[in-house]
Structure formats: structure tokens, C-alpha cells
């Protein structure tokens, strides 16, 4: 069962009419977006054949690549462990941490938002300072409460009139 | 489509239409014949596959593909009222059962009539402002909007209005429908908003299954109009009787 039944979520939300009103708008201008993009690529289709085909060999050889990618970093010297769970992954990581120190910068990465990363680290004492790579990385800032979701859709439910952006 | 006088072509009936709406294939042996095409309808056919591919059944789904592929393979065009069946077959088989020949042949109703038969205006009539609904796969895959629209273009008497939800996915999306009802509903609500403020007659479109989607909302509203059609009945009104 997922920490966001989405089934549920989206039942909820889908009474809110403005909030339905702004997906819609943020779907149209994507799309419109992608558009711009395809009519600007000439072998747009012959890119898009050749990576639906490599995504569907890397799905029917999952298990193969993956063994590959962790032979290739062991070779490498890396260490590599498998989590099985989420609470797996969080408690394997979190006790790399401790073992460097407790002030961590962390990059941003929906993995670790999805597994509840950040959580775990700060449960354990870490203090931790996670990079924005881009301006859209900030709605988690803006809207800290929202849960691991993607990180600019936390900023979709507000409209605009209620940030004051000031010029740096 | 082979220059000789008895064109053949092997129809492909969706599992959509045969279930629900077996009047569609109807129709569309009625407009191929009033063409002059000799339609064959191989007994043995079912489901594309395009459900179990969706979901992840490969397998299950390459079963099908196989059979579609052995039961379709003596013919040089395969037809079917259903861009999205169309495209499951041209576009998504690749990854079933390699480059079979069978793909290639697999052609939606708009683009036999249009680019194969050269035949725009089949003499067809209906009397109505209608929005026309082309199904993302028809649209977007394989391209056929503009055929759809040239052959609804010459059918006397009907008037084809555009909304601003015309683009707009219906919300169906096949098992989409099935595992996410009420983001699929809300998306059908908002398609259908726009040609209510119109005020249309017919709602017109490449796919059953979209038109189910939609009908059902509408019916479940009282609504009679507009009142949901296929491409393959607007076009086959070129028939006496039809």
C-alpha cells in the first residue's frame, strides 16, 4: 500500500474546481510546450522510435542491467547494497552518515523524497542542508508541508498573487 | 491498396465494437462495398492485445499479437473503424513480435477511405452541427485527423463546429478508465462542457471506445443531444437504407 493512495487523493481532490482549473491549465501548457519542442526537432519521430525502443529493451532486461551497473561499480571499487524496502534503504544510509559526521549536504532527488530520506537523516540527528539544482527546486521550501510530492507541483494549488517575488 | 478492380481488404473489428456497438462494423462494410471493396471478415479474430500490453501483461498481450499477425497475414490491407486499435497494431507490436509484415498492412477506416481510395466524398448525408472527437491514438500516432475531417468535410448538410475541448483527450484511455474512474470521469466532464454551451447535434468520432466514455456520461445526465455517432455512421448514411 503507497504512503500516497493516490486513488484516494485524487478523489479528494478532484471537488476542488480551481485546483482542477490549474492541472488543466499547467496540462495545456505542457503540452503546447511539447508541441513547440516537436515542430522544432526534424526527426523528432525517429528520435522518439529509437528511445521507446531502448526504453523497451531496458525494461525486458531489467534484472541483466542491473546486475551489469552494480558489476560495473564494484569494479570500480564502489560498494554496492541492494534495499529490499524503503526502511531498508533509509537505515543503510543513514548509518553511512553517521559514520562521516552529522552535518550533510544532500542533492535533491525524488528517490530519497519518495523513500523519506530526509526524514530518517533528521530522526537520527543529522543536520541536513539539501541543494536546489533550479528555481522550480524551491516549491518544497515554499510548501514544506505538503509531502514528497514532485518538486514544482507543491507550488500548483497557490495561484501567483500570493508570493511577492523581490528582485535580488 | 492494389490498382485492380476487386480490392480486397481484411476487416478488423475492435473488441469495443463488437461488443457494444456492432453497428459500427456494419457500417463500415456497408461504406467499403459502396466502394467497390470486396471486405472479408476472418472469423477467428480477437482482441488486439492492446488491454494486457497496457497493463504489463507482455505475454498475454504477444499471444494475441501472434494470432492477430497468423489470422490477418493473407491480407494486404487489414481495415478497422479504431485509430487506437490501428495504432496498437502498427506502432506498439514492434515490441510483441518484431517487424511482422501484418503491422504495416493495419490501416484506420479515414485512412483507406482518404489515402488509399482517393475517395473524399463518398456522397454521404446528414443534417446537423456536430464537434468532431479524433481519438488521441488516430490523432497523434497515426495521424489521420486531417483525412477524418476531409471526409466529414463533404458529407452534405452537416457542419462541423469547433470547441475548445476538440483537441482534448475524452478522459477513457482504455484501462486508465478502469484503474483511475474518477480522474477519467472528470476529464470526460470537462470535454464535454464546451459542446454543451454549443448546443450540438452529433458528437462524431474515430473510436467507440472514446464515444462510450462520453456517451455514458451524457446518458447518465438525461442528455439526448448531442448524440454520440461513429465516423463509420456518419459516412455510411451514403447508402440507401443505411
Redesign the interface.
Known amino acids: 500500500m503507497s504512503r500516497w493512495p493516490?486513488?484516494q487523493v485524487?478523489?479528494d481532490k478532484?471537488g476542488d474546481r480551481a485546483l482542477?482549473d490549474k492541472v488543466?491549465k499547467a496540462t495545456l501548457h505542457t503540452m503546447a510546450g511539447r508541441a513547440g519542442l516537436v515542430a522544432s526537432e526534424p526527426h523528432w519521430e525517429q528520435l522518439r522510435t529509437r528511445a521507446r525502443?531502448a526504453r523497451?529493451r531496458a525494461l525486458d532486461d531489467h534484472d541483466g542491467l542491473l546486475a551489469r551497473f552494480c558489476d560495473k561499480l564494484e569494479a570500480r571499487g564502489v560498494g554496492v547494497t541492494v534495499a529490499k524496502t524503503p526502511a531498508q534503504a533509509c537505515e543503510h544510509i543513514t548509518r553511512l552518515v553517521l559514520d562521516v559526521g552529522i552535518r550533510v549536504t544532500k542533492s535533491k532527488s525524488m528517490t530519497s523524497e519518495t523513500v523519506g530520506l530526509n526524514a530518517a537523516l533528521q530522526r537520527a540527528g543529522v543536520v541536513l542542508l539539501e541543494s536546489r539544482a533550479t528555481l522550480k527546486d524551491i516549491g518544497p521550501n515554499l510548501c514544506p508541508n505538503l509531502g514528497p510530492l514532485h518538486a514544482r507541483m507543491p507550488l500548483l494549488p497557490f495561484s501567483l498573487t500570493l508570493f511577492s517575488i523581490s528582485e535580488p | 491498396l492494389p490498382e485492380d478492380t476487386a480490392v480486397q481488404v481484411g476487416l478488423f473489428v475492435p473488441c469495443f465494437v463488437d461488443l457494444f456497438y456492432p453497428e459500427v462494423a456494419i457500417a463500415t462494410v456497408r461504406v467499403l462495398e459502396h466502394l467497390g471493396v470486396h471486405v472479408d471478415y476472418p472469423e477467428d479474430q480477437t482482441c488486439c492485445g492492446q488491454p494486457q500490453f497496457n497493463t504489463g501483461r507482455r505475454d498475454d498481450a504477444r499471444a494475441l499479437a501472434l494470432r492477430f499477425c497468423r489470422v490477418f497475414d493473407r491480407f494486404d490491407t487489414i481495415a478497422t473503424p479504431s485509430g487506437s486499435c490501428a495504432s496498437m497494431v502498427r506502432h506498439h507490436y514492434g515490441a510483441l513480435v518484431g517487424d511482422h509484415p501484418v503491422r504495416a498492412r493495419v490501416f484506420e477506416l479515414s485512412e483507406v477511405l482518404a489515402r488509399h481510395l482517393g475517395a473524399t466524398n463518398l456522397g454521404a448525408k446528414l443534417e446537423g452541427r456536430a464537434v468532431l472527437h479524433v481519438g488521441c491514438h488516430a490523432e497523434h500516432e497515426l495521424h489521420v485527423g486531417s483525412d477524418t475531417r476531409t471526409l466529414l468535410d463533404h458529407v452534405q448538410g452537416l457542419s462541423i463546429v469547433q470547441v475548445r475541448s476538440s483537441a482534448w483527450c475524452c478522459g477513457f484511455g482504455g484501462t486508465f478508465s478502469v484503474k483511475f474512474p474518477e480522474i477519467s470521469t472528470a476529464m470526460g466532464r470537462r470535454k464535454l462542457e464546451p459542446m454543451l454551451d454549443q448546443d450540438v447535434d452529433f458528437l462524431i468520432s474515430t473510436d467507440s471506445s472514446c464515444l462510450m466514455h462520453l456517451a455514458g456520461m451524457l446518458s447518465r445526465e438525461g442528455r439526448t443531444r448531442p448524440r454520440p455517432v461513429h465516423v463509420a455512421e456518419v459516412l455510411a448514411t451514403c447508402v440507401e437504407g443505411a
Open positions: 493516490i486513488r485524487s478523489r478532484l482542477s488543466h525502443e523497451v
